[in-house]
C-alpha cells in the first residue's frame, strides 16, 4: 500500500486522469450556464413580444386583391361508397396588374426594465391598377359566378398596428375598408425575424427559438364590396398609417411590384425571398427599392380557393437592435472547454517541470473561477453592453486567477506566465466572437497552434 501511494502521488499519468475527470464535472456547470443564457433570451423576447402586443407585431402586407365567389359542385364518396354532391361556395382570386408601394418609416426605441424593442410608424401610399377581370382562364361556368358578392381585400396580420381609418379610392369611388375577410384561401403570417440568416443572427442553431408573436391567417386584414364586373380597368390608391414592430415584409401580389422605403434607423437588415434592386445605408438612414414582376414567384395572376401559398414571397426589411449579447454569451460559452482545459494543463506542466504539487481542490477553485466568468460577462452585458462587459470579466478573472496562483507557484515569473497565458486565450476567443466570418478559420489556426506547443512541451 506503502509502494502505490507513493506511486499514486507521483504518477504524471495519474495526475492526468484526476485532472480529466475534474474538467469533466466541470461540463455540469458549463450546461448550466448554458441554460442560463438561453432563460435569459427566452426572457427578453417575452418582453420585446409584450411590447409589440401592445403596439403592434411585425407587419406582412399583401394587397389588394380582387376576390370573386362562385358557385361549385364538389363530388364526394359517404360511408356507402356512394358518390355524393354537394352546393359549396369557392371564390375566385385576381392580384393587380401594377402595384406600387412607397413608405417613410419611423422607429423609436422603447425600453422595459433592461431590454430594448424597436418599433415603428409607417404610412404606406399604396396604388396601381387591375386589368378587365376575366373567368376565363380558371374555367368557370359565367352562370355560377356571383358578381354581386365580389370584395377586394387588404393581408395585413396584426390589425391593432392600424391606426387611422382606411380608405380606397376605387376607379373613383371612395370606399370605407372594414375589419375581416371573408374567406380563408390566403394565409399571411407576420415575418419572424428570429427565423432568419441575417449578420446578426446567423448563428441560429446556438440559440433557442423565439415565442411565437402573430401566426396570422386569412381573416386577418381588411376588405370592402365593390364593383368590378363591367370594369375595363381599374385605378386605385390608399394611404395606409400603420404600427408595427421589428420587421416589415411585403407579398410582390402585382404582374410588377415595386416598393420603396426610406428611415432614420441605421442598422437594417434586407431579408426575405427578394434583394434589394438599390439600397443605401448610412449614418442618416437607409433607403431601399425593390423591384419584382410575377415570373420571379411562384404564383398566377388568378386562381381559385386555395391553391397557393403567395407568404413565401415575401420581402422586406427587419430593424434590427445590432449587439446581440446573448448570442455572443452562447457562443463564449461553447469554448469554456477548451479554457478549463488549457488553463489546467499549464497548471499540469508546471507541477511537472517545476517539481510542485497542486491539490485537486485548487484545481476545482481555479475551474469554477473560469465558470464563473460566463455569468459575470451574461449578468454585466445585459447592463453595460457586450464589449465592455467581456472586458470588465476577463479581466476580474485573469486577476483572480494569477494572484491566486502566486500562492501556489510561490514565484512571480511563473504567476506572470500565467497572467499573459490567459490574456492571449481570452484575447483570443474575443478576436473569434468579433469576427463572425472570419470564426471557423482563426478558431482553428489558434487551436492548431495550441496543439502544436502542447505536443512540443
Known sequence: MSNFSTWAKTSH???????????????IPTYMIQGL??????????????????????????????????????????????????NTIG????????????????????????????????ELKIKGSFNKITIEKLGIAAENVLWEKAYVSFHI?????????????????????????????????????????????????ETVTAPQKNSGNGSSGLSAKVNVKDAAKIDFDMTLDLNGSSSLYFVPIGKETN??????????????????????????????????????????????????????AAFGVNLLIPVDHYQKSMRSAKYAIMFILL????????????????????YLLVGLALIIFYTLLLS??????????????????????????????????????????????YGFLFVILRSEDYALLIGSIGLFIVLCVIMYL
Do not use: C
Not at 260 to 284: E, Q, R
Open 380 to 425: 454585466i452585458s445585459e447592463q453595460l453592453g457586450f464589449t465592455m462587459a467581456y472586458l470588465i470579466s476577463s479581466g476580474a478573472i485573469i486577476l483572480l486567477i494569477s494572484l491566486y496562483s502566486k500562492t501556489i507557484f510561490k514565484e512571480n515569473r511563473l504567476m506572470a506566465l500565467l497572467a499573459g497565458i490567459l490574456i492571449i486565450l
Open 37 to 86: 443564457i438561453s432563460e435569459r433570451q427566452v426572457q427578453s423576447q417575452n418582453v420585446i413580444s409584450e411590447i409589440s402586443s401592445k403596439w403592434g407585431f411585425d407587419q406582412t402586407i399583401a394587397g389588394p386583391i380582387i376576390n370573386v365567389p362562385y358557385k361549385e359542385v364538389v363530388a364526394s364518396q359517404n360511408d356507402k361508397g356512394q358518390t355524393v354532391y354537394t
Open 157 to 205: 396580420p396584426d390589425l391593432r398596428g392600424i391606426n387611422k381609418r382606411v380608405v380606397l379610392n376605387w376607379n373613383g369611388d371612395t370606399i370605407e375598408m372594414n375589419p375581416g375577410i371573408d374567406d380563408n384561401d390566403i394565409a399571411i403570417s407576420s415575418y419572424n425575424k428570429y427565423n432568419s440568416t441575417n449578420n446578426y443572427d446567423r448563428y441560429a442553431a
Open 343 to 362: 488553463t489546467f494543463l499549464v497548471f499540469l506542466f508546471t507541477e511537472i517541470l517545476n517539481g510542485f504539487r497542486i491539490h485537486p481542490v485548487q
Open 13 to 27: 499519468t495519474v495526475k492526468f486522469a484526476a485532472v480529466g475527470i475534474l474538467v469533466l464535472l466541470l461540463l
Open 259 to 312: 416598393v420603396t422605403l426610406k428611415s432614420a434607423y441605421k442598422t437594417p437588415s434586407f431579408d426575405g425571398a427578394f434583394i434589394t434592386d438599390s439600397n443605401v445605408v448610412n449614418d442618416n438612414g437607409f433607403s431601399a427599392n425593390w423591384k419584382v414582376l410575377n415570373l420571379n414567384r411562384n404564383f398566377p395572376q388568378e386562381w381559385t380557393n386555395s391553391a397557393y401559398n403567395i407568404s413565401e
Open 91 to 122: 371564390t375566385m382570386h385576381f392580384l393587380p396588374e401594377q402595384l406600387d408601394i412607397k413608405g417613410n418609416v419611423k422607429t423609436e426605441l422603447k425600453h422595459r426594465s433592461i431590454y430594448d424593442a424597436v418599433v415603428y410608424s409607417t
